[in-house]
């Protein structure tokens, strides 16, 4: 059956979709906007359009494996550059005491601790510095263990 619509010829098409499948077509058509008809048309012409439903990923494989690599060498450079960094400062806490018995033949273990006490405050930013991040949190005042990933 063959109508006109303006300037525009139509023919009628009949499908006959399931019950269920009409009420869904209802409702797509009525979220859309549109006549039931005017929607199956639509739907219809999407479907005969040609494309290429083949995705293209980003990166190979290979190209991946290489950023992993390349992530992995660089954690452990950076494991290394922490553990020497976290050495260099127990080192140099002991050239610290020896530094002082070397000034001060025949000191307690008891001046020791107290040189060490009354000089941490020029000492513990450096420590704190190192640690931050690896082993540590600094929040304002507070220090935190950094938690394990």
């Given amino acids: 059956m063959r109508r006109e619509m303006g300037d525009t010829e139509t023919q009628a ?3 006959y979709p399931t019950v269920d499948q009409y009420e869904q077509w209802k409702a797509d ?5 549109m006549s039931v008809s005017e929607w199956i048309q639509a739907m219809v012409e999407a479907g ?3 494309f290429d439903a083949s995705i293209e990923p980003d990166e190979s494989a290979q190209e991946l494996r290489e950023q992993r690599n390349d992530l992995k060498a660089e954690l ?3 494991r290394g550059r922490v553990e020497e960094l976290e050495t260099q400062l127990h080192r140099s806490e002991r050239e610290k005491i020896k530094q002082y018995v070397e ?3 025949g000191a307690t273990i008891g001046e020791i601790g107290q040189e060490l006490a009354d000089t941490i ?3 513990l930013d450096a420590h704190l510095d190192a640690l931050e991040g690896v082993a540590v949190t600094v929040d304002g005042e507070a220090c935190y263990p950094v938690e394990d990933s």
């Avoid at 058509?29 to 906007?33: F, G, I, K, L, N």
Wanted: net charge negative; glycine share 0%.
């Fill in 13 to 15: 098409a009949m499908t």
């Fill in 29 to 33: 058509a009525a979220d859309m906007d």
């Fill in 48 to 50: 005969r359009k040609k």
């Fill in 76 to 78: 452990e450079h950076t």
């Fill in 103 to 105: 000034d001060n033949p």
């Fill in 121 to 123: 405050p020029e000492r």
